[in-house]
């Protein structure tokens, strides 16, 4: 008979005395032999197999897998994309080496895109507050609102045929047409203010300038459209000594671009304008610039102190900028200061500076202006989810998902990834002209409209977004100017009829214009400018503006390193 008591077990009489550190070795020996069996790695197997495959998860279905070109809508930069379709629906999405611009590359976001529309945060049904409401009502209660009173209609987009639908029922409305522009449009903006010519028809001529001088602009993660700076580094600088392409990275901390760059200046985080105002002073001071150029009234020792520089630095600096022309400087945000280095060095509608690509492109009233008494403001699925308009009017949003925190009224369900037709003009800062087309390639999961639609179904009259892609198709046809990139390059010359270009343009082609000579623009920069608002340090975490991420692009971000994370940049 056993008798235990306490932690002695008594056998015929003999003792023997259980310690912790024998049931620490049992257990420890339990386990190692429980992990040398497959018990615990069948149940992890089964676990994930389970997991992958509840009712609720979508499943593609199964048919004919094919691979279509098309162009990535997320943002207004309109990468070509090899989209693999699956019975219909997109399965897998690639880069398009075939695009111009963006030649295969794409971000994180366009790679994991297909997984957007099946997101748990999608935007399945219109939402008047917090109440689940219908279109109907939606309509009634935006055609009530741009009756009472003034109306606002903010895009992100502009240029595209659904941006001449918002602009049209604007004006018909006797409203305002608003845009929000990209980092690299508002970058722009002290050009347009001393020339009068829009900032978004102007461009970096990137593929004809031997110095860049970057004030803090991520060229070589993720600044303008993927791929064509990085490309460009690649093929002029990448391992050499001298580059073809100089680019000086001015940061305070050490970025990717700058850890990348030929040279890279480090300053005071907040200082840019002191140091743009320092180099106009030391290329003066050496002869450098022509002298009837406007002079800073901050001196050099200023700008040394206000940027943790010495003196003799910014003048080398200044010979640096100088040394290989052309020189193109490009400033992260809205900065007059580092604007006019590029009028101090002549750069304006010359081959390598900022040059202009169209002259059909109006001025647009920036969305962040003040509001005042509108009834109503709608804003477009295009505008980013972190946007909000300062005002006290009924907001009508569109958005595909569901960010969260917003202020709007109403929260309307726009198509998602490919899920509607639309076209994609010149990408913010390219230098040549560009026009694509993207077909609805997926079938919605559910009612969407456009605001562009939505507006349509209010007002007859306006023309829809099928009707001003094809007038522009046929006007690019007439003009039979630049080339056609496909698998093959094309010359505009070859297309006997509209139909067989928009064909081309419907299967994922690109019209791309003859680069041509741009003129020099009239400045009538008479001072020298000062900063006007503070502009805050970018990281990809800030500029990150989707309101959801799909899980391969969260993979991507926050496991691989692809990128670094605001502490690890600030470190």
Known sequence: MWKWVASDAINEGGAMKVTRRDLLAWSAGAA???????????????????SQNWPWIPQPARGPVEVKQSFC???????????????????????????????????????????????????????????????????????????????VVIDGYPGRAASSVLESFAEKQGGSYRVFAPAELRALASYERWTGIPAASLGYDLENANTVISFGAPLLDGWGTPGRFTRLWAERAAGMRDPQLRLIQIDSSLSRTAARAWQWVEIREGSESALASGLAGALHEQNLVPAHSPVPSMTLAESAAQTGMSVERIRELARLVVAKTPALVIARDDDPAVAALNVLLGSLGKRGGIVRHSEQVKPYVAAESVIGSARAVLIDASVPWDFVPQTNAEIFRFAAWDGGGTKADWLLPAPGFLEDLTDLPTAPGCSALTYGVAPALVKATSEVQSAAQFLCSLDGSLPTTAKIIDSRCQDLFRRREGSVYAQEIFEMAKFTSVQTFKEQLLKGAVWAGEPTASPEFHC????????????????????????????LASKLYQESGLRESPSRRNA
């Open 32 to 50: 190692a032999g429980l992990l040398a069996t497959p018990v615990p790695w069948k149940v992890l197997d089964d676990v994930s197999i389970w």
């Open 73 to 151: 809508t997320l943002c207004p930069k309109g990468c070509g994309l090899r989209v693999r379709m699956a019975a219909g629906w997109a399965v897998g999405v690639a880069g398009s080496s075939t695009h111009p611009i963006s030649r295969g590359a794409l971000c994180p976001l366009a790679f994991a895109a297909h997984q957007l529309n099946w997101h748990p945060q999608r935007l399945r049904s219109v939402c008047h507050g917090s109440n689940r409401s219908t279109w109907a009502d939606a309509q009634a209660a935006f055609a009530h609102a741009s009756k009472e009173g003034p109306l």
């Open 524 to 551: 009538s920069l008479k001072e020298w400018p000062t900063r006007t608002r503070a502009v805050a340090a970018e990281s990809w975490a800030t500029e990150w503006r989707a309101p959801v991420m799909p899980p």
